[in-house]
């Protein structure tokens, strides 16, 4: 059961940087009201966040209405890639709403067309064609679906087992979380499935065992032979933990899908359009996938996902098989267009490359001044993951030390999503990938704060 941030407002300090602003009592105290019609009205699973009421959000920064301003580490959740509400993006909102032309359902629209052209042109073969979608777990569904149909063409009903990673994050709906990897998430699923199997993901904290022979010790381990396997996915790095796996993992596997006649998907969702520092996180690896799943940044703002993959699996439905109502929505399309458009004229993958070296490097001298208190610094380029521990024990994780630096971060003026990942100890970090070092090394002086405050405060 995740945390609730306390709605009584309460006295913090004044913060007046170039970046951040607080100037109120936390939450304001004018706020309360909003989240309490929330926690009224919508399940408790809506309420984990920080009690920040956002009025307008610009670049890195989010406003209140009250004059407080946040450095926003958090890009909402890992969307805003180049930055929030960003003219460019804004402006192609507008322009396809006064068309007006809002939806078409499946009847073709032109910002659609253009959109997958791109989208395949960005993409390195035979990732070539292109199904536009809404959220990120539809993405991660229609994968699953496709190597399962790809396996029953190639080996019938003995080629249909999905394999995933112990740890991963796929989406919330069924089949994203049979393939997922976090028992919490999946009570209401108590004896999963028997095509869907979990294995060890290498590139954990607490993996004791990163090498290729682990996965194919554990797929031994649970009956499963390599040609009855349709498909294995991977997060491109765990949303989680932010952690990758080893490199020579990677290609590994992607030998092993060729000779197993296995498909290979990336989910991309929280990796792709630049946030490690290249403009796919699976280029860190040196392989291409089968399928990759897309979502979050390739807007920055609207609703849109995209599924990209190999012509051969791809086609493996007829004309209207595989559609969804608001495939190719155009004024998302319009949105997403825009917003690919900027990050890669401004390159802002190698952006998050460079000032992502100045993100590690502040995050791994904070583990260096508290090692008992910080288990790891995990990720690259604009992704963070830092691992909270109870000291003195073999890395167990201490949720409530990751809480209260999200907590006093926010009061702060520095933005973080709850904390996330094994034992709910993560706390991550992902800026908009336009932040600059100035805005890093502020924000890290913020962190810094926090960390030794709370940890101070947790004795
Ligand atoms: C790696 C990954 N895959 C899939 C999803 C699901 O995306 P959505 O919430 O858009 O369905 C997420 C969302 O956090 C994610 O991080």
Redesign the pocket.
Known sequence: MGKMFPLEPREVPRVNTKYRKIVTKFPVPQSVKVFEKLRNKEPISMTGQPPVLWHKAVGCQVYDRWGNKWLDWSSG??VANAGHGRKEVAAAVARQARVPMLHSYCFVNEPRAELVEFLAKLSPPPLKKVFLLT??????ECAIKLCRTWGLAKGGKGKLKFVTFNGA?????MG?QLAGGIPALKNWLPDGHPDFVQVDFPGDLRCKDRSFDAFERALKEKGVEPDSVCGVMS?TYQ?GSAALMPVEFAKALRAWCDKHGVLLVF?????GFGRTGTMFGFEHYGIVPDLM?L??GISSSL?I?ALIGREDVMNQYGPGEMTSTHTGNPVCAAAALANLKVIVRDKLHKNAARVGDVLHRGLNEMMKKHPDRIGGVMGKGLVAGMHMVVPGTDLKPDPDLAFNVVRKSAEKGLLFFAPVGFGGATVKIAPPLTITKEQIEDGLQALGEAVDEAIAEIG
């Open positions: 959740v890992l959220t990120g777990a539809e993405t991660t994050f796929h989406g919330r709906t994203a997060e949303g989910d991309e969702v929280q990796a799943c979502g979050k609703p996902s």
